[in-house]
């Protein structure tokens, strides 16, 4: 799934292209695309766009009195869209303006889950599905990320994933944070000391700025392969730092990748989810 560096990047290259261009249409071509019924899409009809912002892992695309809320989900991209095509492959809504290029939400596969809601734009932030959302991801300080982690009592991995603690990181970044902190992805967020806390807040920092530089060098939005990592997606390889092997526990949806070395004091987490987890 795009997480904040894909897409604040993609927002700005759609900034870029599409802003000042009139909305002339909002077209959903699944029924499931469009996940509100007010306001009404033709509210925005007429007017431009002024930009395509970002809130968590969420593009919006800003008129008045309207904005549109896109969640790419796994599989969905929001791209240009000269050809528009009556029945494009996996299309799920399209955005047609008075000029150039349409802008076209698609996703591949069967779970039909990236959408659309259209908002008020006075009250974007404080809507559903923006109201609940944790503080963005690389602007958070750690005297601000301290006390959400003494708040929720759980693995420091999954509190990195939780977008109502912390906005904008998912699988890939929460397991380079982990590493690049020196922590076991599955350390109690309530027991780490401020050094700790120090060390997350730097990798969050540290590893969004250099994922947001690589997605800035580029056309459109990466795929999940294509995105650098010092450990995700790297199981069985040398880890960059210590040279020990990258090891990973295993989840239906997801996995967790992580250098024993660096980070759990050479100890091996089991791989299966009843198992306790070193702390």
């Known amino acids: 799934m795009p997480e904040l560096p894909e897409i604040q990047a993609h927002a700005e290259r759609l900034t870029a292209e599409l802003t000042g261009r009139r909305l002339v249409r909002f ?3 699944r029924f499931t695309a469009l996940k509100t019924a007010l306001p009404a899409p033709d509210t925005a009809y007429g007017s431009p766009l002024l930009e395509v912002g ?10 008045e009195p ?16 000269p050809k528009r095509s009556a029945k494009p492959r996996g299309g799920q809504a399209r955005f ?7 802008l076209l939400l698609t996703e591949q596969g069967t779970e039909r889950r990236a959408g659309v809601w259209c908002v008020p734009s006075a009250s974007a932030l404080t809507t559903p599905p923006l109201d609940d959302l944790g503080p963005e991801a690389d602007t958070i300080t750690a005297a601000a990320l301290a006390p959400l982690l003494a708040a929720r009592s759980q693995r420091l991995h999954g509190f990195l994933r939780d977008q109502h ?27 780490l000391v401020p050094d700790q806390v120090d060390a997350v807040a730097a990798a969050i ?23 650098s990592s010092r450990v995700h997606g790297r199981t069985g390889e040398p880890c960059p730092v210590c040279g020990d092997v990258v090891r990973a526990v295993e989840y239906s949806g997801y996995t967790v990748c992580y250098c024993a070395t660096c980070q759990t004091g050479g100890k091996v987490l089991a791989d299966n989810t009843t198992s306790r987890f070193l702390k």
């Open 27 to 29: 077209e959903p071509l």
């Open 66 to 81: 309207t904005t549109f809320v896109v969640h790419l989900m796994q599989g969905g991209r929001l791209s240009l869209d």
């Open 54 to 63: 970002r809130r968590g892992k969420y593009l919006l695309l800003r008129f």
């Open 205 to 227: 920092h540290d590893a969004i700025a250099e994922s947001l530089a690589e997605e800035r060098e580029r056309d459109d939005m990466t795929s999940s392969k294509l995105r």
């Open 165 to 191: 603690a912390i906005a904008g990181i998912g699988r890939r970044l929460a397991n380079e944070v982990c590493h690049r902190a020196r922590l076991s992805p599955f350390a109690s967020t309530t027991k």
């Open 96 to 102: 047609t303006f008075d000029d150039g290029p349409a």
